[in-house]
């Protein structure tokens, strides 16, 4: 027996290492947070060239590469890997780190490659142009309803499916004003495990608040999406609502409200020419008409 024991545990150790062993793209992602960005790329790569990786990992792992790519001044390579990203995951994100101008050259990219898909038509079988059909879509783990229109921040809410079989770590708003070119993140709040809340800016009757919701796993996977940047939801103004620099109370006419009764021009009219002709009353009383001396340029005012 304690042969066979010993034989049983030489057989297992290896899988038991292997399980524990961490896969190519979370040690991509601990050296890229730890600035060893040779070692990520490296490591990054070896996820692309892995066929039985899903879709969205490699999409993901693409969208690091770009990123270090772009900081090792190869900007080349990197919208070589962004294109890969893109091509895989139309709606891949950069890291929530990555800068303005890193998400310049996304942009860039993503519509030379929807430019491109457009050509060429669809990428999946019956879905849109530029489409892959592994790309994650609305489903039932994220469940949202836009909020209602208003003029202050708007408070997105966001229930998870207390079923779910896959653990979610995040959920990332994506959000921009108007028509930017640029998406800013904010990052949910769980207030229970299954209920996430997060606050967006205020919207404006010319520029409503455009967004779209993610969720991802402990490895930075999306496994759910409520929109998208191609059709993000919106956070409108009441149809009507006034303008913040507006005083709602105050009835409007063409030049802006009304001023109050004691700024309006005819009040303080009335109010100088009183003054007027009181103080010239007690000048004559108190002087008795013109000076002795000479009363050239003078005038006597009798007041009756």
């Known amino acids: 027996m304690p042969y066979i024991r010993v034989l049983l545990l030489c057989l297992l150790l290896p899988f038991a290492a292997a399980a524990a062993a961490p896969s190519a793209f ?12 040779e070692r990520a790329a490296t490591a990054f790569e070896k996820v692309l060239d892995d066929e039985t990786v899903e879709a969205a990992t490699r999409a993901r792992a693409a969208a690091y590469l770009g990123v270090i790519r772009l900081v090792l001044g190869e900007e080349q390579k990197a919208r070589e890997a962004f294109a890969t990203a893109l091509r ?7 890291p929530t780190d990555a800068s303005p101008a890193v998400q310049a050259v996304l942009e860039e990219v993503r519509r030379d490659v929807s430019q491109e898909a457009g050509e060429t038509g669809p990428a999946g079988e019956g879905g849109p142009p ?13 469940r949202h309803t836009p909020p209602e229109p208003g003029t202050g921040p708007a408070r997105i809410e966001v229930t998870l499916d ?6 979610v770590d995040r959920i990332v708003v994506y959000h ?19 209920k996430w809340v997060a606050e967006l800016p205020a919207p404006t009757a010319e520029a409503p608040i455009a967004y779209y919701i993610e969720a991802l796993d402990p490895n930075g996977v999306v496994v759910g999406r409520v929109g998208s940047r191609a059709s993000p939801l919106l956070v409108r103004t009441p149809e009507g609502a006034p303008l913040a620099a507006v005083d709602a ?12 009764w004691y700024q309006r ?17 007690i000048v004559l009383a108190n002087g008795g008409g013109c000076p002795a001396p000479s009363g050239q340029g003078c005038v006597e005012v009798t007041l009756r």
């Open 26 to 37: 979370e040690e991509g992602t601990r050296f890229y947070e730890a600035l060893d960005y």
């Open 88 to 94: 895989i995951d139309p709606e891949v994100a950069l």
């Open 130 to 142: 530029g489409e892959s059909a592994s790309t994650p879509t609305e489903s039932k783990l994220l």
């Open 162 to 167: 207390p079923l779910r079989e896959v653990e």
């Open 176 to 194: 921009r004003r108007g028509k930017d070119d640029f998406w800013f993140t904010v990052d949910a709040t769980p207030l229970t495990s299954a």
């Open 249 to 260: 109370g105050a009835p409007l006419t063409e030049e802006g409200p009304e001023p109050p």
């Open 265 to 281: 021009w005819y009040l303080w009219a009335g109010v100088g020419a009183v003054a007027a002709v009181l103080v010239g009353g």
